[in-house]
């Protein structure tokens, strides 16, 4: 598992992450971890993180450090994630991220690289109130960014079942912006500071960003 490359993909609510995580895991072969889907299967599970998780999501709030990196913990112990990974959403503050460092440094590992996916907030309410999913597959799509080939199938699986996010709301949302300005952002400069982090303006095309990434990860993951 050492020297395995370990990404990390940041930005707010809509900067593109996941939608770029899923290409990138094609593209290089490592493993996508969101803790927003961890903390989803959790809540939907209904374990004890679930539970306590389940009202802070609703509003908008951050999950505490110390029920993500129990979710997250989990599933780096799963032998799939030690090709490299990519983390989207993880870390998204102070406290998680030198836990993040403490829990690679473990296993002889560093984080490889940070990208950040600068974009503007006002665009990010249209993205996040227009998302919705592939109940199948996962697969990420937007009522006006990003439709499927076919309408009403997934371009992935040709599943015909879609679900949207109950904290995909326009008012959701602008808490969610503030909780990253407040405690996600300043991670930037911390990570700028190491000689990791890289930028991408992400306000371009799904392609044009997916191009800039792969630059970068060609660079450090291939
Ligand atoms: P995040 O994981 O950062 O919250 P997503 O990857 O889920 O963001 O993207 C949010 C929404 O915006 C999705 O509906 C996605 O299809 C769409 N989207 C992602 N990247 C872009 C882009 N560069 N331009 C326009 N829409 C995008
Ligand atoms: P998005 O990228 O659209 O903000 P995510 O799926 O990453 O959405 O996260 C959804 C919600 O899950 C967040 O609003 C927050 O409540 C919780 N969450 C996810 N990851 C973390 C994290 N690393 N720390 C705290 N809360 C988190
Ligand atoms: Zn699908």
Do not use: N, W
């Not at 903390?39 to 609703?58: C, H, S």
């Not at 990003?146 to 904290?167: E, H, I, N, Q, S």
């Amino acid at each position: 598992m050492a020297g395995a490359p370990v990404l990390i993909l940041l930005g707010p609510p809509g900067a593109g992450k996941g939608t770029q995580a899923r290409m990138l895991e094609a593209d290089f072969g490592l493993v996508q971890l969101s803790t927003g889907d961890l903390l989803r299967a959790a809540v939907a599970r209904g374990t004890e993180a679930g539970r306590a998780a389940r009202a802070v999501m609703a509003a908008g709030g951050l999950v505490s450090d110390e029920i993500v990196l129990a979710v997250l913990q989990d599933r780096l112990a799963e032998p799939d994630t030690g090709q490299g990974i990519i983390l989207d959403g993880f870390p998204r503050t102070d406290g998680q991220a030198a836990a993040l460092d403490a829990l690679l440094a473990g296993s002889g590992q560093r984080v490889t690289a940070v990208v950040s996916l600068d974009v503007d907030d006002e665009a990010m309410v249209d993205r996040v109130s227009g998302r919705y999913t592939c109940a199948g597959c996962g697969e990420g799509y937007h009522d006006r960014f990003k439709l499927p080939a076919v309408a009403d199938f997934c371009d992935k699986c040709g599943g015909t079942a879609f679900r949207r996010r109950a904290d995909d709301t326009a008012e959701t949302v602008r808490e969610r912006l503030k909780a990253y300005h407040a405690q996600t952002a300043p991670l930037i400069a911390y990570y700028q500071h190491r000689g990791v982090l890289e930028r991408i303006d992400a306000m371009g095309s799904i392609a044009g960003v997916r191009a800039a990434l792969a630059a970068i990860a060609g660079r450090v993951a291939a």
